[in-house]
């Protein structure tokens, strides 16, 4: 049974970059089709979608932390790692990654976040 | 960006009540709708995608509707452990967006 486990830091100062792994287990990271994402949430707050990438490296990424988020996969340890740069108070939440696989009919492919990480929380202080 | 929009933002209900969750969007996203149910503390669970499809395991009493900009999750008699938080979600176009999310509460 595929499992996601989140790894990392529990607190960041503000200014340095947010490193967080995801480590997936029970299944290939490089099977056919799947993309894998990162989602955060604020305390109290909603689901905001971060980015996601494919196993060859194919990323995207949401415009309002594009400049400061890079998404990466280590095929080799079955990994997907996070980083946030630039972090502020803005930045502190739960975060979750997730396995994206493809729902395919006649003419397109639709995606839903499956299976899911317990999440990690990560706080910006000084 | 699309704005989804969940209404209510909060209801409160008995078990075995019909539930219904209405999420519209700002713009046209054909089918790409999912949606989700979260409990306190706990990772988000995948209950439909592409607006009526429903994920493996899922008790038969969710289901889903509508396309373009309206859609609509149903709890047909709900249950005690579906009281939790429900959230819609577009993946039609990037950046991909959460509605604000609906609580669902004890009567």
């Known amino acids: 049974q595929l499992q996601l486990q989140e790894s990392g830091p529990g607190l960041v100062k503000p200014s340095e970059t947010l490193s967080l792994t995801c480590t997936v287990s029970g299944g290939s990271i490089s099977r056919s089709s799947y993309y894998w994402g990162w989602i955060r949430q604020a305390p109290g707050k909603g689901l905001e979608w971060i980015g996601h990438i494919f196993y060859t490296g194919t990323t995207y990424y949401n415009p309002s932390l594009k400049s400061r988020v890079t998404i990466s996969v280590d095929t080799s340890k079955n990994q997907f790692s996070l980083n946030l740069s630039s972090v502020t108070a803005a930045d502190t939440a739960v975060y979750y990654c997730?396995?994206?696989?493809?729902?395919?009919?006649?003419?397109?492919?639709?995606?839903?976040?499956?299976?899911w990480g317990q999440g990690t929380m990560v706080t910006v202080s000084s | 960006d699309i704005q989804m929009t969940q209404s209510p933002s909060s209801l409160s209900a008995s078990v075995g009540d019909r539930v219904t969750i209405t999420c519209r969007a700002s713009q046209s996203i054909s089918s790409y709708l999912n949606w989700y149910q979260q409990k306190p503390g706990k990772a988000p669970k995948l209950l439909i995608y592409?607006?009526?499809s429903l994920q493996s395991g899922v008790p038969s009493r969710f289901s889903g509707s509508g396309s373009g900009t309206d859609f609509t999750l149903t709890i047909s008699s709900l249950q005690p452990e579906d009281f939790a938080t429900y959230y819609c979600?577009?993946?039609?176009?990037?950046?991909?967006?959460f509605g604000q999310g609906t609580k669902v509460e004890i009567k």
């Open positions: 592409v607006a009526s």
């Open positions: 997730a396995r994206l696989p493809p729902h395919a009919d006649s003419s397109a492919y639709y995606y839903a976040f499956d299976i």
């Open positions: 979600q577009q993946s039609y176009s990037i950046p991909w967006t």
